[in-house]
Nanobody
Framework: QGQLMESGGGSVQAGGSLRVSCTYS????????MGWFRQAPRKEREGVATIRADGTTTYADSVKGRFTISRDNTKKTLNLQMNNLKPEDTAMYYC?????????????????WGQGTQVTISS
């Protein structure tokens, strides 16, 4: 399967914005559900947002109204625009390519993952 690579993480103060991106190496993922997940130290991984091949999006309640997920299949890119960031958004952010029937913000039964990019929000 194709590879996924995240970029764009960093450190900002609370209230700031960051954009993380994920590039993938195969057009096969253009038909997949793509998603962003995050894991903070000593916490379980949680779903942040997903976007289906038809553009349908789903967000975790904690990020609704602040984060926007988008995809550009021609560029094989997945983005997450994060605004009004909070210290609790601090985590390693991972992108995932998931066959449509497994698309969820919950536990991913089958997916392909990037290596992650760190996002740190200071208060």
């Amino acid at each position: 399967q194709g590879q996924l690579m995240e970029s764009g993480g960093g450190s900002v103060q609370a209230g700031g914005s960051l954009r993380v991106s994920c590039t993938y190496s195969t057009y096969t993922y253009s038909t997949y559900c793509m998603g962003w997940f995050r894991q903070a130290p000593r916490k379980e991984r949680e779903g942040v947002a997903t976007i289906r091949a038809d553009g349908t999006t789903t967000y975790a309640d904690s990020v609704k109204g602040r984060f926007t997920i988008s995809r550009d299949n021609t560029k094989k890119t997945l983005n997450l625009q994060m605004n009004n960031l909070k210290p609790e958004d601090t985590a390693m952010y991972y992108c995932a390519a998931v066959p449509a029937k497994y698309c969820t913000l919950g536990d991913i039964l089958l997916g392909y993952w990037g290596q992650g990019t760190q996002v740190t929000i200071s208060s």
